[in-house]
Structure formats: structure tokens, C-alpha cells
Antibody
């Protein structure tokens, strides 16, 4: 069974960088595409981006100028960085496994990130 | 971007009665390969979303058969044949035919 677990700071100051990591167990990082999604009361569920260990990425235009993603095959994990954050980036951030046939197959438990000074 | 519109926003249901959620897309979700890529997710209180359905009507393993998905083109439906207490929560549709992936606004299912 594929399991995902987000980790990272729960509080980030405005204008700084939000960084999250998603640990993967039950499969290899090369077995899937990987996605980041966030959920907030005001914006609902919002797809942020999808990445593959080959380097292929797709990003939402709403964050494209501020986002960096990466995979670490040695640690079987992948990461998200979002710079120049504002209060609008406050949300629960989820990592998920993506496949073309199935969509978002598996989700992590979610990590609350609050942007505040 | 494809806009996904769900209705109703809230759905009070009596235990044992059926429930139906609508999801409409702003453009056809039929892909160039002939497939239609639509997910349904359930999000119980305090939990992360869980996939119920992929490619419109394929139920995930472990999902009770009282859940069914149907539809085509721009019009899709999730049906619960007999609502149980454990079905309370939010339900979301999501299209993955094209980037960006986009979600519906959600439907809250509650017991009357």
C-alpha cells in the first residue's frame, strides 16, 4: 500500500519560502508521477503542480513564477518550495500520487502551513 | 482552464435513502485518446481526500458498491444508492483530462 507523509514548518513569514517534503513508502519514487495540492476555505482544492523523477513538471499558472519541485530517489521523497509567500498561501498542503489512468491515486495526510509574521 | 461546477452545495439525506451529486465541466472532458478523465473524491471530517472513482465510473477497490459514477462529455454524476452514517463529508469531482487539474467546489453530504 502506497503511503505518503508531508513534513515541514507549519509557520512561514510573509515574503519567505515555504518548503515541504513528501516521504513515500510502499513503492519507489520512480513508479509514479507526484503532485502537490492545497486546500483552503477561500480557494477550495487547488492543484499546484505535478512532477516526475525524470524532471518533467507541470505547474499551475497561479504559482508558476514562485515554485520549485524536486525528487530525491535516494531518500524516496519529493519536495515543494514556494517563494515570496503571502497570507493567500496559507492552506493545508497535500502530496499525492498521480497516474494518467487513475488521476490522484493516493493522498498524504496533509500539512497545515500558515503564513504570518 | 476547465471550470468544474458541482451541485448542490449541501445535500441533507435520510439514512438509507439515495443521494445524487452533479458535476459539470466548462468543456468536454473527452481526451484525444478517447478516454474521459474524471475523479470523484470523498473527504470525511478531519481527513484527507480519498479517491472513490476514476475515469468517470471505475470504482476503487474497497469502495462500497453503493457508490457509482456515471456521465459523459461535460455532465457527470456520483450516486450513493443508500446513504450510511459513514458517508457524511464532502465530495469533490476533479478533471485530469488536461492541465491544470481542476476541482469542483465540493458538495457537503449530511444526515437529516
Amino acid at each position: 500500500q502506497v503511503q505518503l507523509q508531508e513534513s515541514g514548518p507549519g509557520l512561514v513569514k510573509p515574503s519567505e519560502t515555504l518548503s515541504l517534503t513528501c516521504g513515500v513508502s510502499g513503492c519507489s519514487i520512480s513508479d509514479y508521477y507526484w503532485a502537490w495540492i492545497r486546500q483552503s476555505p477561500g480557494r477550495g482544492l487547488e492543484w499546484i503542480g505535478t512532477l516526475h523523477h525524470s524532471g518533467t513538471t507541470w505547474y499551475n499558472a497561479s504559482v508558476k513564477s514562485r515554485i520549485t519541485t524536486s525528487t530525491d530517489t535516494s531518500k524516496n521523497q519529493f519536495s515543494l518550495s514556494l517563494n515570496s509567500v503571502t497570507a493567500a498561501d496559507t492552506a493545508v498542503y497535500y502530496c499525492a500520487a498521480y497516474t494518467r489512468p487513475g488521476g490522484l491515486d493516493y493522498w498524504g495526510q496533509g500539512a497545515q502551513v500558515t503564513v504570518s509574521s | 482552464d476547465v471550470v468544474m461546477t458541482q451541485s448542490p452545495l449541501s445535500l441533507p439525506v435520510t439514512l438509507g435513502q439515495p443521494a445524487s451529486i452533479s458535476c459539470r465541466s466548462s468543456q468536454s472532458l473527452v481526451s484525444s485518446d478517447g478516454n474521459t478523465y474524471l475523479n470523484w473524491f470523498q473527504q470525511r471530517p478531519g481527513q484527507s481526500p480519498r479517491r472513490l472513482i476514476y475515469k468517470v465510473s471505475n470504482r476503487d477497490s474497497g469502495v462500497p458498491d453503493r457508490f457509482s459514477g456515471s456521465g459523459s462529455g461535460t455532465d457527470f454524476t456520483l450516486k450513493i444508492s443508500r446513504v450510511e452514517a459513514e458517508d457524511v463529508g464532502f465530495y469533490y469531482c476533479m478533471q485530469y483530462t488536461q492541465w491544470p487539474l481542476t476541482f469542483g467546489g465540493g458538495t457537503k453530504v449530511e444526515i437529516k
